[in-house]
């Protein structure tokens, strides 16, 4: 158990809907990571957040949006899906700022879309 | 654009062999890491490499990071099944912090 947590586990949902997922960190982590997986494209970094403020930013759409709130929880809102965002999507926790510290991942999310 | 580019793709042996699986690329990084991911889970960190040339021990887990710092390798001595899973190396970004990730090796051990 590596003290992220994920929910919901699973989601299925149809093509154009929106979606939310949210993240817990590790107690005392300021940094959460999005990334999305999928068996083509492997893992892929989203966004970070770190202390509440946008810190980095990757592969992320435009359809795609997150924040990080005052209790550091964090949600990824996922809007007009498409058949191609059905993945695994990770969130990840670190203490620092920085991307090379360790970094803890959630169970993650499995989101079909049909 | 960094990529980082994991070979093989999938390997499966039987238990008590050896194994290398690596990972290259044409960019230099700062620092590399090693994760592994077992279905259902998220990756785990198993290793952070940052000196070219530097050699870490796990157990029967040896990582190396190239002289150049554009490559490292994990091999595995005497595969047990519980070393099955998805090997993972991943770098920091040297123009922004970010993390990049290799697409993994897949690796199954036979009892």
């Known amino acids: 158990d590596s003290g992220v947590t994920q929910t919901p586990k699973h989601l299925i949902t149809a093509t154009g809907q929106r979606v939310t997922l949210r993240c817990s960190p590790r107690?005392?982590?300021?940094?959460v990571y999005w990334y999305q997986q999928s068996l083509d494209q492997g893992l892929q970094f989203l966004i970070q957040?770190?202390?509440?403020?946008?810190?980095a930013k990757g592969n992320i759409l435009e359809r795609f949006s997150a924040q990080q709130f005052p209790d550091l929880h964090s949600e990824l809102n996922l809007s007009s899906l498409e058949l191609g965002d059905s993945a695994l999507y990770f969130c990840?926790?670190?203490?620092?700022?920085?991307?090379?510290?360790?970094?803890?991942f959630g169970p993650g999310t499995r989101l079909t879309v049909l | 654009t960094q990529l980082l580019e994991q070979s093989p793709q999938f390997l499966s042996i039987q238990e008590g062999e050896n194994l290398t699986v690596y990972c290259n690329s044409s960019?230099?990084?700062?620092?590399l890491q090693w994760y592994r991911q077992e279905p259902g889970e998220g990756p785990v960190l198993l290793v952070t490499?940052?000196?070219?040339?530097e050699v870490k021990k796990l157990k029967r887990l040896t990582f190396q990071f190239g002289d150049a710092r554009k490559d490292s390798s994990l091999h595995i001595t005497a595969a047990q099944p519980g070393d099955t899973g998805l090997y993972l190396c991943?770098?920091?970004?040297?123009?922004?912090?970010?993390?990049?990730f290799g697409k993994g090796t897949r690796l199954h051990i036979l009892p």
């Open positions: 990840a926790s670190s203490s620092s700022g920085l991307s090379y510290n360790e970094q803890f």
């Open positions: 107690s005392g982590d300021l940094s």
């Open positions: 957040y770190y202390n509440g403020e946008e810190r």
């Open positions: 960019s230099v990084f700062s620092s």
């Open positions: 490499v940052v000196t070219g040339g």
């Open positions: 991943a770098g920091d970004g040297n123009r922004d912090d970010k993390i990049i």
